[in-house]
């Protein structure tokens, strides 16, 4: 197993303390944008949109020194030495310890290239029979190509708003997720919290409502607003300015030299 700054480490996956509860196995990264200690930028979300300004794993513990380091340790095993890291990963899930169990991919960051989501396709589909395999994504216009058209059999996944593709989505018809501001909010808005357990973001009900973490300055922030609200009012303003720059253009024209 590979050796990492703090010694030898046993296991490639965590539990952190709510999922523990319900015996769920996690593959954390670091969330959205930032510097390795070798001075390489990073951003794992590029899909982030009005999300980012709200992420829970951009605040608090998961901000804590040896968090944020064991997460940029993952990423740098998957920027590094992604075979080394495909194969180590299958190996680990053959392990006991893994058997009925569900592995959360990513509870911060995201499938953030090609690459990287091909190697987890291939993990699942390599993984012992009653290893299962969940995530939230953003990574829509991706998962279109690379996981719709031919899914592992042990994979379910839950689009989750708040990101530049959500305009790709059928709200109507497509499993997804949206972040309201407390648990009536979303009730009142026909989704169905939650809560209790994290698997119903798969198992459950396909609007899946997710009432925002209880950090003050983030709740704050998000006012009253969803992360799809949030996103539709940054696609909205975008338009509008680029519709601005395509009017200017048309009223003053660039003169190209006669030749
Ligand atoms: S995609 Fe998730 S982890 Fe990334 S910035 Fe948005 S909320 Fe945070």
Redo the contacts with the bound molecule.
């Keep these: 197993m590979t050796d990492t700054k703090s010694g030898p480490r046993k296991w490639l996956l965590t539990q952190n303390r709510q999922l523990r509860q319900e015996g769920i196995f996690n593959w954390p990264l670091p ?2 944008a930032g510097r390795l200690d070798d001075g390489r930028t990073y951003n ?2 590029p899909e ?1 949109g009005a ?2 300004r709200l ?1 829970y ?2 605040t608090g513990t998961y901000r804590f020194r040896n968090v944020l380091e064991a997460h940029e340790r993952n990423l740098k095993m998957i920027l590094d030495t992604l075979d080394e890291w495909e194969q180590q990963m299958s190996d680990e899930l053959k392990h006991k310890r893994y058997q009925g169990k569900w592995i959360r991919l990513h509870d ?3 499938f953030f290239s090609d690459d990287y989501l091909a190697a987890w396709l291939r993990i699942m589909r390599s993984a012992p029979d009653g290893v299962r395999f969940y995530c939230y994504t ?1 990574a829509v216009s991706r998962f279109r190509r690379l996981v719709e058209p031919d899914p592992p059999g042990n994979f379910l996944w839950c689009y989750s708003l ?2 530049t593709e959500d305009y790709m989505l059928d709200l109507e018809s497509e499993r997804h997720a949206e972040v309201f501001h407390n648990v009536e909010a979303l009730e009142a808005a026909g989704y169905s919290d939650q809560t209790e357990s994290d698997l119903l973001a798969v198992l459950g009900p396909e609007r899946v409502g997710i009432p925002a973490n209880p950090i003050k300055h983030l709740l704050k922030r998000q006012g009253l607003e969803t992360f799809g609200s949030l996103q539709r009012k940054l696609d909205a303003e975008r338009e509008a300015r680029k519709q601005r720059a395509a009017k200017k253009a048309e009223a003053c024209p660039v003169l190209t030299p006669a030749g």
């Design positions: 969330a959205f794992t979300c982030a999300c980012a992420c794993a951009r911060s960051g995201d953003k708040g990101g």
